[in-house]
């Protein structure tokens, strides 16, 4: 029985193949349902985005290279850093995970394709209108978004500027987007698998992204929810959030969190797994550790359910309710404590190389460490009254994005490239590019804690002269990081255009069923299920 | 063929479980608006007042005395005057106390407000009983007008030792545009 199934599969796919190459034109982008497509689609519109929410970041830092107003009116200044907030998170890496995400796991789990292709092109398709949408408000009367990424009510809904309801609708559009892409990962994960590919065997990478999209479904609805509470309030005369018709400001706070605890995981859990699948490459060892750090991954997960009051110590909470959630808080360092561990077991008497992305991918597991402890301290609720709404949880959360997230993109990124383009980059641009956005994302930060501890508030566009040299120093680092990602871009394209051929496996320690097929990868891939042994 | 229906309809299936725990969750969302209230009544945490009146009891009253302070606050631009007639009250437990807050319209216009009031420290709220508020009722006056506004309430004896005074604010808020209910019609 088992012949007959395989020979009506490999017949069926065989004819698939030679009528469904790729499109001509354009239209290819529109139609297309190939995951390695829509997999470059995402990661192309997330660079652009880390483009605008990058000049976004760029103003603002140039306005705080010195004290006093200089360029921009301080409600474009608000503008500036909650467009800057939410294209980062909902534009830049969301997406980038995503498009890493079809574009690996398929190959990684020996699948032909998604599951759902259709709703795969779909998924991608509505990000550029709901940000263009988001972008749009720019240009409306009273200007856009203005009240912080974190959109607390009643800033966001009694004294909004008008555009606040494009900016509903936009993050709804990418809600539904974000959650179709969940449903196909996890379809695409748990049915799709090449026989042999138990769940234990599966890469890193998959199960951190199995992960998180179950975090997705389980929290982009309540995102939609506390949004159209706010519509509601907006418009339709409710007061889920308005303390003189009965409501309370403080619930917002609560339902956003809800949201955005989890929210903060899901773009941090692909990130180890890149690096997950980076760091034994290059260490030329097996992971140390795999079962634990499926273990620590799903605690992570689990804990990130339980500590959404720790973004809001400050408003008021019962003493029990403070130690609660501070000590939820700090468990949370034991599951992450074991994945670093675990990374630094797996480097230990490795011989290792240091190729740009295992140079992102030591980076990231430092840097993402450092960002770790501030936030232990910003956990501890006594502690917090003091860095509440300061610069140091402005350097706490570019510390575990920045080099915790963007890097292990970048790491990511550099680490499949020759996979996807069949050429190498250019390995002396790509470490130049490492060592400047290395210098300059510390330089940006790093004086930020120091301010922060001060007294600093965020989101202000003028500031006292005492904070006037640290803020001189993270502008000069900001610049240089920003500048330096133009590095990147070239590298990049010059490695899609210039020939360099890569080998299949690409690297000398790679392992996993991507690096088993030929570089570039076909246009189709695993017609015909491996055997995983 | 076989194998590829089997895979088709496990996905359909999957898909179906899928969608249904998206939906589930956005229900959830609103869910906890309620959840979050029915959590801070049972653990009296956040100062959430019972806004129902309480049934007038002729208990017997304790001798423990503790300190009950009225504060008045405008929300905003809210141009009322509004303040308490007694800026603090030594009551004893379990016997129901009466005082007022002032409130005048200083406006040329008709206005309605309507009073929220918390309690400080929060875990006294439960025991702060209201027999009579002005906050259960919005609060309209005209152009000019002021007027005494009553409140009756008693605080009962299992208040915990160690709290010797207790803060009750009002905050006064501008509903004149506001079509929807009263904050005692909501609960």
């Given at each position: 029985?088992?012949?007959?199934?395989?020979?009506?599969?490999?017949?069926?796919?065989?004819?698939?193949?030679?009528?469904?190459?790729?499109a001509?034109g354009?239209?290819?982008?529109?139609?297309?349902?190939?995951?390695?497509?829509?997999?470059?689609?995402?990661?192309?519109?997330?660079?652009?985005?880390?483009?605008?929410g990058?000049?976004?970041?760029?103003m603002?830092?140039?306005?705080?290279?010195?004290?006093?107003?200089?360029?921009?009116?301080?409600?474009?200044?608000?503008?500036?850093?909650?467009?800057?907030?939410?294209?980062?998170?909902?534009?830049?890496?969301?997406?980038a995970?995503?498009?890493?995400?079809?574009?690996?796991?398929p190959?990684?789990?020996?699948?032909?394709?998604?599951?759902?292709?259709?709703?795969?092109?779909?998924?991608?398709?509505?990000?550029?209108?709901?940000?263009?949408?988001?972008?749009?408000?720019?240009?409306?009367?009273?200007?856009?978004?203005?009240?912080?990424?974190?959109?607390?009510?009643?800033?966001?809904?009694?004294?909004?500027?008008?555009?606040?309801?494009?900016f509903?609708?936009?993050?709804?559009?990418?809600?539904?987007?974000?959650?179709?892409?969940?449903?196909?990962?996890?379809?695409?994960i748990?049915?799709?698998?090449?026989?042999?590919?138990?769940?234990?065997?599966?890469?890193?990478?998959?199960?951190?992204?199995?992960?998180?999209?179950?975090?997705?479904?389980?929290?982009?609805?309540?995102?939609?929810?506390?949004?159209?509470m706010?519509?509601?309030?907006?418009?339709?005369g409710?007061?889920f959030?308005?303390?003189?018709?009965?409501?309370?400001?403080?619930?917002?706070?609560?339902?956003?969190?809800?949201?955005?605890?989890?929210?903060?995981?899901?773009m941090i859990?692909?990130?180890?797994?890149?690096?997950?699948?980076?760091?034994?490459?290059?260490?030329?060892?097996?992971?140390?550790?795999y079962?634990?750090?499926?273990?620590?991954?799903?605690?992570?997960?689990?804990?990130?359910?339980?500590?959404w009051?720790?973004?809001?110590?400050?408003?008021?909470m019962?003493?029990?309710?403070?130690?609660?959630?501070?000590?939820?808080?700090?468990?949370?360092?034991?599951?992450?404590?074991?994945?670093?561990?675990?990374w630094?077991a797996?480097?230990?008497?490795?011989?290792?190389?240091?190729?740009?992305?295992?140079?992102?991918?030591i980076?990231?597991?430092?840097?993402?460490?450092?960002?770790?402890?501030?936030?232990?301290?910003?956990?501890?609720?006594?502690?917090?009254?003091q860095?509440?709404?300061t610069y140091?949880?402005v350097?706490?959360?570019?510390?575990?994005?920045?080099?915790?997230?963007?890097?292990?993109?970048?790491?990511?990124?550099?680490?499949?490239?020759?996979?996807?383009?069949?050429?190498?980059?250019?390995?002396?641009?790509?470490?130049?590019?490492?060592?400047?956005?290395?210098?300059?994302?510390?330089?940006?930060?790093?004086?930020?804690?120091?301010?922060?501890?001060?007294?600093?508030?965020?989101?202000?566009?003028?500031?006292?002269?005492?904070?006037?040299?640290?803020?001189?120093v993270s502008?000069?680092?900001?610049f240089?990081?920003?500048?330096?990602?133009?590095?990147?871009?070239?590298?990049?394209?010059?490695?899609?255009?210039?020939?360099n051929?890569?080998?299949?496996?690409?690297?000398?320690?790679?392992?996993?069923?991507?690096?088993?097929?030929?570089?570039?990868?076909?246009?189709?891939?695993?017609?015909?299920?491996?055997?995983?042994? | 063929?076989?194998?590829v229906?089997?895979?088709?309809?496990?996905n359909?299936?999957?898909?179906?479980?899928?969608?249904?725990?998206t939906v589930?969750?956005?229900?959830?969302?609103?869910?906890?608006?309620?959840?979050?209230?029915v959590?801070?009544?049972?653990?009296?945490?956040?100062?959430?007042?019972?806004?129902?009146?309480?049934?007038?009891?002729?208990?017997?009253?304790?001798?423990?005395?503790?300190?009950?302070?009225?504060?008045?606050?405008?929300?905003?631009?809210?141009?009322?005057?509004?303040?308490?007639?007694?800026?603090?009250?030594?009551?004893?437990?379990?016997?129901?106390?009466?005082?007022?807050?002032?409130?005048?319209?200083?406006?040329?216009?008709?206005?309605?407000?309507?009073?929220?009031?918390?309690v400080?420290?929060s875990?006294?709220a439960?025991?702060?009983?209201?027999?009579?508020?002005?906050?259960?009722n919005?609060?309209?006056?005209?152009?000019?007008?002021?007027r005494?506004?009553?409140?009756?309430?008693?605080?009962?004896?299992?208040?915990?030792?160690?709290?010797?005074?207790?803060?009750?604010?009002?905050?006064?808020?501008?509903i004149?545009?506001?079509?929807?209910?009263?904050?005692a019609?909501?609960?």
């Amino acid at each position: 029985m088992s012949t007959s199934t395989e020979q009506l599969v490999s017949s069926e796919s065989k004819t698939h193949d030679t009528h469904h190459g790729p499109a001509k034109g354009i239209s290819r982008w529109f139609y297309t349902t190939n995951h390695k497509d829509i997999g470059s689609m995402y990661l192309w519109f997330s660079l652009i985005m880390f483009i605008t929410g990058g000049s976004m970041a760029l103003m603002i830092r140039a306005e705080l290279f010195q004290p006093g107003l200089q360029f921009i009116e301080p409600d474009f200044f608000n503008q500036m850093t909650t467009m800057h907030g939410l294209i980062m998170v909902f534009g830049a890496v969301m997406p980038a995970f995503v498009g890493l995400a079809n574009w690996m796991i398929p190959m990684m789990i020996g699948a032909p394709d998604m599951a759902l292709p259709r709703l795969n092109n779909w998924s991608f398709w509505i990000l550029p209108f709901a940000f263009s949408m988001m972008l749009m408000t720019f240009f409306m009367q009273g200007g856009a978004p203005n009240f912080g990424w974190t959109f607390y009510a009643p800033l966001s809904t009694t004294f909004a500027p008008p555009s606040v309801t494009f900016f509903i609708f936009a993050v709804h559009m990418m809600g539904i987007s974000s959650i179709m892409g969940a449903i196909n990962v996890i379809v695409t994960i748990l049915n799709m698998r090449a026989p042999g590919m138990v769940m234990m065997k599966l890469p890193l990478f998959v199960w951190t992204w199995l992960i998180t999209a179950f975090l997705l479904i389980l929290v982009m609805p309540v995102l939609a929810g506390v949004v159209t509470m706010m519509l509601m309030d907006i418009h339709f005369g409710t007061s889920f959030f308005n303390a003189a018709g009965g409501g309370d400001p403080v619930l917002f706070q609560h339902v956003f969190w809800f949201f955005g605890h989890p929210e903060v995981y899901i773009m941090i859990l692909p990130a180890f797994g890149v690096v997950s699948e980076i760091i034994p490459t290059f260490a030329r060892k097996k992971l140390f550790g795999y079962s634990s750090m499926v273990y620590a991954t799903s605690s992570i997960a689990f804990l990130s359910f339980i500590v959404w009051a720790h973004h809001m110590f400050t408003v008021g909470m019962p003493l029990m309710g403070e130690l609660f959630f501070m000590f939820a808080t700090m468990l949370i360092a034991v599951p992450t404590g074991v994945k670093v561990f675990n990374w630094v077991a797996t480097m230990f008497r490795g011989s290792m190389t240091f190729e740009t992305p295992m140079l992102f991918a030591i980076a990231f597991v430092v840097l993402f460490s450092i960002g770790g402890f501030s936030g232990l301290m910003l956990a501890i609720a006594p502690a917090d009254f003091q860095y509440h709404d300061t610069y140091f949880v402005v350097a706490h959360f570019h510390y575990v994005l920045v080099p915790g997230s963007i890097f292990s993109i970048m790491a990511g990124v550099y680490y499949w490239l020759p996979k996807w383009t069949g050429n190498y980059y250019d390995e002396k641009m790509g470490k130049l590019h490492f060592w400047l956005s290395f210098i300059g994302i510390n330089i940006t930060f790093f004086p930020m804690h120091f301010v922060g501890l001060a007294g600093m508030p965020r989101r202000v566009p003028d500031y006292a002269l005492q904070f006037a040299d640290f803020n001189a120093v993270s502008s000069v680092g900001a610049f240089i990081f920003g500048i330096s990602q133009l590095l990147f871009i070239y590298n990049v394209v010059s490695c899609i255009r210039k020939s360099n051929q890569a080998s299949d496996k690409v690297w000398e320690g790679s392992h996993g069923l991507e690096w088993t097929i030929p570089s570039p990868a076909p246009y189709h891939t695993f017609t015909q299920p491996p055997k995983v042994d | 063929m076989s194998q590829v229906d089997s895979q088709t309809k496990s996905n359909k299936k999957l898909i179906i479980q899928l969608v249904l725990g998206t939906v589930a969750m956005f229900g959830f969302g609103f869910a906890l608006v309620p959840l979050y209230d029915v959590f801070c009544r049972i653990t009296g945490i956040n100062g959430k007042l019972d806004l129902t009146p309480a049934v007038y009891q002729a208990g017997s009253a304790s001798n423990r005395e503790i300190k009950i302070q009225f504060i008045a606050v405008n929300n905003e631009s809210m141009p009322w005057g509004f303040k308490p007639m007694d800026s603090s009250l030594k009551v004893k437990l379990g016997k129901t106390y009466q005082t007022a807050y002032w409130a005048e319209n200083l406006t040329a216009n008709y206005m309605v407000a309507q009073a929220v009031p918390s309690v400080s420290p929060s875990e006294a709220a439960q025991f702060l009983q209201k027999v009579d508020c002005f906050c259960f009722n919005r609060q309209p006056l005209n152009a000019g007008e002021q007027r005494e506004m009553g409140l009756a309430f008693n605080v009962l004896a299992g208040m915990p030792a160690h709290i010797k005074t207790i803060t009750l604010s009002y905050t006064l808020f501008d509903i004149t545009a506001a079509t929807g209910k009263s904050i005692a019609d909501v609960n």
